[in-house]
């Protein structure tokens, strides 16, 4: 259970690092808003035109009687802007990193520098072109596992008591882990760490990527939420990717470095 509080207080510690130092901190904020305005534009539509688009896709229903096919149609109506909702906070780190990626490359490696005991930081040798076209593919791969995740919970949703408790639930646990690989791809991938690999480093640690994704899944539920905690979630996932790298922090600048904390001992397989 150490690993959930460790992974919580990276995702404090990069709020922390962004706080003192502002300039990083406005310039994180420009995709974040960007893709915010994108995505309530999409939602808005959804919720005016959902309903049309319901009674088109369900012509069976034209015949029934009142209230029943109000309560049908309307029943789907939420539905579908629920699920669409579930999308947009699954989709919207992926689509803001895609959008912010010079920015937010900066930022972390600002934050590596930073908290390097030497003041290096690892460096991508590859063209901006080339990162750019690899951070969108890993990006297409990751917003698809997301989606059939989505897709899998919306179906089990229906599922009596279960769909109502144990199925959310999972679900903050799935966006959790999802939104962490996509942050940590920032730092992980200057280091050269492929997306397989990048995933199966994850899963060792389940408990600090939930104890950092979770939370921030829930924050990203409140409107405007997530474009004020993204510069911090960036620098804290780079933090966490320092430790998943085994790699010292020194955070204060002091020189007193501070070792990985080695994981629970059943999250290691």
């Known amino acids: 259970m ?18 003192r130092h502002g300039k990083q901190y406005g310039f994180g904020l420009l995709p974040g808003l960007i893709t915010l305005v994108l995505y309530a534009a999409a939602l808005v539509a959804l919720a ?14 034209d015949d029934w009687s009142s209230p029943w096919q109000g309560l049908f149609r ?3 109506t939420a539905v579908l802007f629920a ?16 959008v912010g990626q010079p920015f937010y490359e900066s930022l972390s490696e600002k934050v590596d520098r930073d908290v390097s005991p030497d ?15 690899i951070s969108a593919r890993d990006s297409l791969r990751i917003i698809a596992r997301a989606l059939l995740w989505a897709v899998l919970l919306f179906a089990l949703g229906f599922i009596p008591v279960v769909g109502q408790t ?11 882990f999802f939104l962490t690989e996509e942050l940590t791809a920032v730092a992980l991938q200057r280091r050269g760490v ?29 409107p405007f939420v997530a474009v004020f905690l ?30 990985a904390p080695s994981p629970d001992g059943d999250l290691t397989s």
Not at 48 to 61: I, N
Not at 83 to 98: E, G, I, N
Not at 209 to 214: A, L
Not at 249 to 257: A, K, N, V
């Open 2 to 19: 150490r690993d959930l509080g460790v992974g919580f207080g990276y995702l404090l510690r990069g709020q922390r690092w962004v706080a």
């Open 48 to 61: 005016l035109w959902g309903q049309d688009a319901v009674g088109w896709a369900t012509p069976f229903a």
């Open 74 to 76: 309307g029943f789907l």
């Open 83 to 98: 699920l669409a909702l579930l999308l947009s906070v699954l989709t919207f780190t992926a689509m803001t990193l895609l």
């Open 119 to 133: 003041g290096t930081a690892p460096e991508s040798d590859l063209p901006l072109m080339r990162e750019l076209w």
């Open 166 to 176: 144990v199925v959310p639930a999972v679900g903050f646990f799935v966006t959790g």
């Open 194 to 222: 492929e997306l397989r690999d990048r995933l199966a480093l994850l899963r060792t640690r389940k408990r600090l990527v939930w104890g950092f994704g979770t939370p921030l899944g829930l924050a990203f539920l409140v």
């Open 230 to 259: 993204m510069p911090g979630a960036v620098a804290g996932a780079t933090l966490m990717a320092r430790e998943l790298s085994g790699e010292e922090i020194d955070e204060e600048g002091t020189g007193r470095t501070e070792p």
